[in-house]
């Protein structure tokens, strides 16, 4: 089966400039993720999914960061303004986690990220 | 609320030698717990998991776990390192509500 698709896979731009990524969960997995993964640190939640409704959304910072996830397929993760702190890999992640089922028993598959520069 | 704390952010072995990551855990309720790893420019793929039946759990690549309640722990093991397993690993922990944390990562460096 086909994997977590992301692109672009490198960004570089400027502050104050917008960018947005793209991810492409698997087929039937009703869990998406968007971590933000900082050099020399674990990824770090920025929002999760179940089909096109927000489970959690705490750790985003909801002044210059928006997601969606329209359909329940595939989600868009945007950043505008970007900041120089916001330089990190992007990255997303799907399981086949559902409500009322054994959550967090399903493991999550991950996109080989977005790396984002900001100049 | 969960943490994860993975002790040592470099561990360097020799190939051949024993592999011992080590991670700690706090959760208010029965976790489930994974050792991830990553290679460079590449997202993380799943090594291993608890989920509350056996406590040694075994992964890909000779890799294995051990829970351990009293000692809060589930280090990752691996009896013969080789230069294929130099890569940055995570420790995460799931508190069953959907939410998983992430540990720091441990960068493991194989020596030929």
């Known amino acids: 089966e086909a994997g977590v698709a992301q692109s672009p896979r490198y960004k570089i731009i400027e502050k104050r400039q917008s960018v947005a990524f793209w991810c492409n969960p698997i087929s039937g997995h009703a869990t998406l993720y968007w971590y933000q993964q900082i050099l020399g640190q674990g990824p770090k939640l920025l929002i999760q999914f179940q089909n096109n409704g927000v489970v959690d959304d705490s750790q985003l910072p909801k002044d210059r960061f928006s997601a969606e996830r329209l359909k329940g397929v595939d989600s868009t993760l945007k950043i505008q303004p970007a900041k120089l702190e916001d330089s990190a890999v992007y990255l997303c992640?799907?399981?086949?986690?559902?409500?009322?089922?054994?959550?967090?028993?399903?493991?999550?598959?991950f996109g080989p990220g977005t790396r984002l520069t900001v100049t | 609320a969960q943490s994860v704390t993975q002790l040592g952010s470099h561990v360097s072995v020799s190939e051949g030698a024993l592999v011992l990551l080590r991670c700690n855990y706090s959760s208010s309720v029965p976790p489930y717990l994974f050792w991830y790893v990553q290679y460079p420019n590449q997202g993380l793929q799943l090594l291993l998991k608890?989920?509350?039946?056996?406590?040694l759990v075994k992964g890909i690549n000779g890799f294995e776990a051990e829970f351990k309640k009293s000692e809060t722990s589930f280090h990752l093991t691996k009896p013969s390192a080789h230069m294929s397993d130099a890569a940055e690993y995570f420790c995460?922990?799931?508190?069953?509500?959907?939410?998983?944390?992430f540990g720091a990562g441990t960068r493991l460096f194989v020596k030929a």
């Open positions: 992640a799907s399981s086949l986690d559902r409500l009322g089922g054994l959550a967090g028993t399903y493991e999550q598959y």
């Open positions: 995460a922990v799931s508190d069953r509500g959907f939410k998983t944390i």
């Open positions: 608890y989920t509350s039946a056996a406590t």
